[in-house]
């Protein structure tokens, strides 16, 4: 685990324990909706967007996600690379 993936299980345990599987993949996908609607407001189309709070949800969705990495011992920063690495592979000569 990461240093921040350290701290959001530091909190998680504090506060009780972490939820089961199923529990924290319908949190993210409420948190991802979250972002969604911010999105939406920064480019006009519902409103207009304010950057505190963008900020904010895009906080809510990586804790989410550290939360289910935690529980599968996945560590995200680890993760992002080879993510990176597999795109700059296969996608390198697209643009």
């Not at 939406?40 to 950057?51: A, N, P, T």
């Not at 989410?64 to 690495?85: F, M, P, R, S």
């Amino acid at each position: 685990m990461n240093e921040h993936q350290i701290k959001v299980d530091e909190l998680i345990r504090e506060l009780g324990g972490y939820w089961n599987p199923f529990e924290m993949l319908a949190a993210l996908t409420e948190e991802v909706g979250e972002l969604a609607d911010e999105i939406l407001k920064f480019e006009g189309v519902k409103g207009s967007g304010d950057i505190q709070t963008l900020e904010e949800e895009l906080g809510d969705v990586a804790f989410a996600l550290a939360c289910i990495a935690n529980h599968y011992g996945v560590d995200l920063i680890e993760a992002l690379d080879k993510t990176a690495k597999k795109y700059r592979q296969r996608d390198g000569n697209k643009w």
